[in-house]
Structure formats: structure tokens, C-alpha cells
């Protein structure tokens, strides 16, 4: 009698039913390491990784604009906002350079603001 055949979840080739590991790409076949290998789990992790990196750029590219009021105020706060989404190394590096961002931010306004303010004094009286 022939043996029962199923399919190896991971490439798709037919096995014997049983198989521990598939012949063809060595996959588990075990059904319980494949409950822990979700792969909405697997896209659940990338898509945190991939926002805790983009905080870190984020924070990191309102740094380098300090010079444009608003600027790194926005980028710093939206660094902070994506950062506190997860807890990995990368999220806590990009919620401090975005602290940092927002305290820049906030002094290149003031120093923008003086500025305004000695032009529109210096316009008011001309020497
Ligand atoms: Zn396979």
C-alpha cells in the first residue's frame, strides 16, 4: 500500500505524511515549531524594527536640520511617537536623539525669533 503523501509547508513538495524534516529544503515539518514560526509574527517583528529604525532617522535627520526652526521639532516628535511603539536599542537611541532634536529645535526658534526681531528693529530705525 502506498504511503500517505502532504506537502511540505515551506516549498511546497510532496513528503511521505510523518516526515520529520522535508527532503528537498530540510524544513521542520513538526507542527508545533510551526505554530511558534508564524509568519504574521515574522512581519509583526519587521515591521517593528523597521519603525524603531525609522525613529532613529528620523531624530537623526532633525538633528542635522537644528538650524531650520520647526523642523527639528516635527521630525524629533515623530521619531518619539514611532519609538515608543517597541522597546528594542534602537527605538531608545532614536527617542533620545529626538529629545535632543526638540531641544535644538527649540533654541534655533528663539535664535530665529531674536533674529526677526533685530531685523524689524534695525528696519525701524535706520542709522
Ligand atoms: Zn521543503
Known amino acids: 500500500m502506498e504511503k500517505e503523501k502532504t506537502y511540505c509547508h515551506h516549498c511546497g513538495t510532496s513528503i511521505d505524511k510523518g516526515s520529520h524534516y522535508c527532503p528537498v529544503c530540510g524544513a521542520n515539518q513538526d507542527p508545533n515549531v510551526n505554530k511558534e514560526r508564524k ?3 515574522f512581519s509583526k517583528e519587521d515591521t517593528q524594527n523597521s519603525l524603531s529604525v525609522s ?3 528620523f531624530s537623526l535627520v532633525g538633528l542635522l536640520l537644528f538650524y531650520i526652526p520647526f523642523a527639528p521639532i516635527g521630525l524629533g516628535i515623530a521619531g ?3 519609538a ?3 522597546e528594542s536599542s534602537y527605538s531608545k537611541a532614536g527617542k533620545t536623539i529626538g529629545i ?3 531641544v535644538l ?5 528663539f535664535a530665529w525669533a531674536f533674529y526677526i526681531i533685530y531685523l524689524a528693529v534695525k528696519m525701524a530705525n535706520p542709522c
Open 80 to 82: 518619539i511617537a514611532l
Open 100 to 102: 535632543v532634536s526638540i
Open 105 to 109: 529645535g527649540g533654541i534655533a526658534l
Open 39 to 41: 509568519p504574521f509574527e
Open 55 to 57: 525613529s532613529l532617522v
Open 84 to 86: 515608543k511603539r517597541n
